[in-house]
């Protein structure tokens, strides 16, 4: 038997695509076993599928059909984000043409740990996240894997800026990674703002820059998890400046608004933070992942700054070769700035634009659809595309109980949140191809698992 075929140099074409015949067939085939947008039969049966499908994981001879077997049973096990009722969480449908993309870095494998194993990767990534930077108001961004690294690697920024003491301030609406970033780098437990309405409160953010010493990292959110929220940025930059605080604003999710010129309005006041999270594989269409963290002031990068002879000696940083080890805490970083770099060129400023003006106007289409139903409450109008609503007079067990059928029968993929002391079902519109109908279909199954259970 000869040496396995390879996916890159001068044979890496031909030896792909017979392959990627095989991978299209499976994708086909474990769709079409699906049949909808989650596997019926909940964790156990899905299990037992995968199980079977499996076998033995390392078998003393190789089996040549294992690619199309076990990507059959992936896909048909898999909660599908482009089926129109797959709509529970910030997992997006990627672009045909990103993952495109993907394939081709896959491929070729660069590391962006040193320009020797990736040079024209660094010199992509050099000029797109400073474009995506200028986006924000800031002057440089970091690639991450998504919002939880990016808030991380701010609230490191800003501890080696101003020392172990640093108290991080955040909404009660905050993602959970703020708080856990905290623990993470050993900083004072932070402080959470209350969040009326689910939006941080610039008062009581004002009265906990007053009382509890700093110095401080405030981090505001646009576009929370279980609403899609927006705070008051500019109220709260004002606070901030007034207390000499630093900010950091978490638009993991709400960022992409700026390519929209209807609702980058929206995030007035995202120009005032020291550091952005971004995330374009949620309201951005791309595989995961697809993070960066904008950057207002280059120097903050000095504390990334780490020396290992082998990746940046002094002699190649000073003939020229990019130091890379200060862009990232992370050493192999795979160039995750290829797929978005195309997708941006691709589709220009108006396609991107439109795609999130549709998902926006999706939202506002079901929180009407589900007002204007006497058998369901809407928590409030959507800010970008993630609508809350629940069973009207239902009590949280219903809900719960309702959500788990649709899941266990494969009909549709909702997400759960509590707000306002009650568990709401969430609909996270991201699927550009989503129409009206989808969503009177998506209301109605919701309908019919509450016939399962008798407790209103």
């Not at 969480?89 to 993952?99: E, F, Q, R, S």
């Not at 220009?348 to 939202?363: F, P, T, Y």
Request: charged content about 20%.
């Amino acid at each position: 038997m000869g040496q396995p075929p390879l996916a890159s140099g001068p044979h890496g074409p031909d030896t792909l695509r017979p392959l990627l015949d095989t991978v299209l067939d499976a994708l086909r085939t474990g769709t079409a076993a699906r049949g909808g947008p989650l596997p019926t039969g909940g964790p156990d049966t899905v299990t037992a599928r995968i199980t079977a499908a499996a076998g033995h994981i390392l078998p003393d001879h190789g089996d040549p059909d294992a690619l199309h077997t076990l990507v059959t049973a992936l896909v048909e096990g898999a909660a599908d984000p482009a089926h129109p009722h797959c709509a529970a969480h910030l997992h997006g449908p990627p672009l045909a043409v990103a993952t495109a993309a993907d394939l081709a870095a896959s491929a070729l494998n660069p590391s962006l740990d040193s320009w020797d194993q990736a040079p024209a990767a660094t010199a992509l990534e050099a000029l797109v996240t400073r474009a995506l930077a200028r986006e924000t108001g800031a002057t440089d961004a970091l690639v991450t894997t998504g919002g939880t690294e990016s808030n991380q690697l701010a609230a490191l920024l800003a501890r080696e800026r101003h020392g172990a003491g640093l108290r991080i301030v955040h909404g009660a609406n905050a993602h959970h990674s703020v708080p856990r970033a905290a623990w993470l780098l050993g900083l004072p437990d932070p402080v959470a703002v209350p969040a009326p309405a689910g939006a941080l409160d610039p008062a009581a953010l004002d009265e906990a820059l007053t009382h509890i010493p700093g110095p401080h990292l405030v981090v505001a959110t646009a576009g929370t998890t279980d609403t899609g929220t927006i705070d008051p940025l500019p109220d709260i930059a004002a606070r901030c400046t007034a207390h000499r605080a630093r900010l950091h604003i978490d638009a993991a999710y709400g960022g992409a608004l700026l390519f929209s010129e209807r609702h980058r309005t929206k995030l007035t006041g995202l120009e005032a933070a020291d550091t952005t999270a971004l995330d374009l594989h949620k309201l951005g269409w791309q595989p995961i992942a697809a993070g960066l963290l904008t950057i207002k002031n280059p120097d903050d990068l000095t504390a990334l700054h780490h020396h290992a002879d082998y990746l940046n000696a002094d002699d190649d940083t000073d003939a020229g070769l990019p130091d890379l080890l200060g862009r990232s805490p992370r050493t192999s970083r795979r160039p995750d700035i290829l797929k978005i770099a195309v997708t941006l060129r691709t589709l220009g400023r108006s396609g991107l634009g439109a795609l999130v003006d549709h998902v926006c106007a999706l939202a506002q289409d079901f929180a009407t659809l589900v007002d204007t139903h006497p058998r369901f409450e809407l928590h409030a109008p959507p800010t970008i595309s993630t609508v809350l609503f629940r069973p009207a007079h239902a009590t949280d067990t219903t809900v719960a109980a309702a959500r788990r059928t649709l899941l266990t029968t494969g009909t549709a993929v909702l997400g759960r949140a509590r707000t306002d002391g009650r568990l709401w079902l969430k609909a996270t519109l991201l699927n550009p191809h989503t129409r009206p109908d989808d969503l009177t279909t998506l209301l109605t199954h919701v309908e019919n698992a509450l016939e399962g259970h008798t407790e209103r």
